[in-house]
């Protein structure tokens, strides 16, 4: 049986302080040259307004391609000698809510099943996509996902505002779609309708890092619906974050 290629970029994170749990998220692979990422939302590993201050995350792995149902856990520590190991950008609005991570691959478990996006895969601002466009977003909404083949679910998503162009200023487009709580840091991604290249063996571009839910302050609660949009973050950043 063959399974999607983008379900095995995604993994489930849990944040720990010490050993008490904190909160899951969802993290993506991206490999840079001879260097391995984990990239997430910058809220998943700190947010200090929330006094979210995990110590260290676990992520769960594929130890056995021939069975989907074996995993292991691979502990990942957000602090070497009192400062933080992730990277994160700034624009002229602040902080751009994505980390990256630099797995090192010393202690990564050699049998590890995945799959990683790649700077070829990032789709750029400038690079035209028609507002309506069909995405996908993989990840682990409330946790939820196949417990015994430990794969994401998927949630279909449309592009909501004009890709390249930054949301209110912000650096982010949106995006209509269904999302909860642990999809934090999830792709948001489309698929090559014929892949050539280095896209035959992950056959999707990478648009952006889901982010948060979007809304309006002035709602009311009692009468108006949630409006059902989502920030996701231009991953084009990723090539600078991954930067030497």
């Known amino acids: 049986m063959t399974i999607d290629p983008i379900l095995l970029t995604v993994a489930r994170i849990s944040t720990f302080d010490g050993q008490r749990l904190l909160t899951n998220a969802t993290g993506f692979f991206f490999r840079r040259d001879d260097r391995l990422f984990l990239v997430t939302s910058r809220h998943v590993v700190i947010d200090e307004p929330s006094g979210h201050l995990p110590e260290r995350i676990e992520i769960e792995l594929h130890d056995d391609a021939g069975n989907m149902a074996s995993s292991t856990v691979f502990s990942i520590p957000l602090y070497r000698d009192g400062k933080a190991v992730w990277r994160q950008g700034i624009d002229g609005t602040g902080p751009v809510d994505i980390a990256a991570l630099e797995i090192d691959l010393a202690a990564f478990p050699a049998n590890a099943v995945y799959r990683a996006f790649t700077p070829a895969h990032v ?105 059902g949009l989502n920030c996701a973050w231009y991953a084009d950043i990723l090539l600078t974050l991954t930067e030497g």
């Open 123 to 227: 789709l750029q601002g400038g690079d035209p996509v028609e507002v309506g466009t069909s995405l996908h977003v993989v990840g682990f909404p409330l946790g939820f996902h196949d417990t015994l083949h430990h794969l994401p679910v998927v949630r279909q998503a449309v592009l909501a505002s004009a890709f390249g162009l930054r949301f209110q200023g912000n650096g982010y487009f949106l995006t209509d779609a269904r999302l909860h709580r642990g999809s934090s840091g999830a792709p948001v991604a489309m698929r090559i309708p014929a892949p050539v290249g280095v896209h035959r063996e992950l056959p999707w571009m990478l648009l952006g890092v889901h982010g948060s839910r979007f809304d309006v302050g002035s709602r009311d609660l009692s009468q108006d619906e949630a409006l």
